[in-house]
Structures are given as structure tokens and as C-alpha cells.
């Protein structure tokens, strides 16, 4: 049965417009990688700047390896532990210039305290190539399709910490 009190309790995410979903590994079988990895980064870096994987992978692991030489932080304990390697994953404080270096601007979504505002939903985000921040992921949407290996969209539910444009 139909209620009204059920369209003004559902979460504004329930009444959202759904991405696209495509699989993409942003080149990274091509490149001769195989199995899995934590490289979301790289993938999303690689598909939403149109940038060979590999190239992605070498820059990200020049920048790694530089970041743990330069500082004495956690982030650069854990690199210096583990290797400069992007499939051990990557700190937003390496990938960030690198992303804004290829053109892209960052846009915050949300604030501390303030909940969640954005959904990775079609209504909530802009077209272009963009490069999403999601808890503990990154993935490219392009014009509305989620690039990435699997759909981490949630049914529209996933809050956006911000995005990277293509300006």
C-alpha cells in the first residue's frame, strides 16, 4: 500500500537516479598485470584522465617512494614497510597533486558533522570525467557510467566525499 508518510521517510538517495555501471580495469590487464590489487587509484586516475595504466603505476610509485624518503609519518613508515608499490594502495597526500597536475580540480562534498549530501547517484553528480572519493575507494564517472571493476555504488546509496573534475 501506497503512503505518503513512506515518500517523505525514505532517504532522498531511494528516490535518485542510478549510474551507468561499466567494467573497466583502466589497462592494467593490457599492461600485463594480473589478479587483483588495491589500485583503485591508479585504475581511476588511468580511465578518467585517458593516461596509459602504466604510466599511472610508474608516476604513482615515483611519488610513493619520494613521499617516504622526505617524511618521517605513518604514511611514510607504512610505505617504507610495505614498498612504494600503488597496489598496496595510496594516501590521498600523494595522489592529490598528481591528479591536479592532469587537469582536474577537487570538490568537496561534504563537511565534518554535516552528513552525507552526496550519493553516487546520476542527479547528485555532474557529466563530465570525474574521479570520486567514496570510503576507502576511488572510481571514474564518466558521463554518468561508473568505470571501475565492480559497481561500488551501494544501489545509489554510497556517500561522496568529493570528486575530481576534468576542467
Known amino acids: 500500500m501506497f503512503s505518503f508518510l513512506n515518500l517523505f521517510t525514505r532517504p532522498s538517495h531511494a528516490r535518485g537516479q542510478e549510474l551507468g555501471f561499466q567494467v573497466n580495469d583502466g589497462g592494467r590487464a593490457l599492461a600485463g598485470f594480473k589478479g587483483g590489487a588495491g589500485d583503485c587509484?591508479?585504475?581511476?586516475?588511468?580511465?578518467?584522465?585517458?593516461?596509459?595504466?602504466?604510466?599511472?603505476?610508474?608516476?604513482?610509485r615515483a611519488a610513493n617512494a619520494a613521499y617516504a624518503d622526505q617524511r618521517n609519518d605513518k604514511l611514510a613508515r607504512r610505505l617504507n614497510a610495505k614498498g612504494a608499490s600503488p597496489r598496496n594502495g595510496n594516501h590521498r597526500n600523494v595522489f592529490h597533486d598528481y591528479i591536479l597536475s592532469h587537469g582536474f580540480e577537487w570538490v568537496p562534498t561534504m563537511q565534518v558533522g554535516a552528513g552525507c549530501k552526496v550519493h553516487l547517484l546520476a542527479n547528485e553528480l555532474p557529466s563530465g570525467r570525474l574521479i570520486v572519493k567514496v570510503s576507502k575507494h576511488l572510481t571514474a564517472v564518466i558521463d554518468g557510467v561508473i568505470q571501475d571493476t565492480h559497481n561500488p555504488s551501494r544501489g545509489g546509496s554510497r556517500c561522496v566525499y568529493g570528486y575530481y573534475i576534468l576542467r
Open 41 to 60: 587509484v591508479v585504475r581511476a586516475i588511468a580511465i578518467a584522465a585517458h593516461l596509459p595504466y602504466l604510466q599511472v603505476y610508474k608516476d604513482l
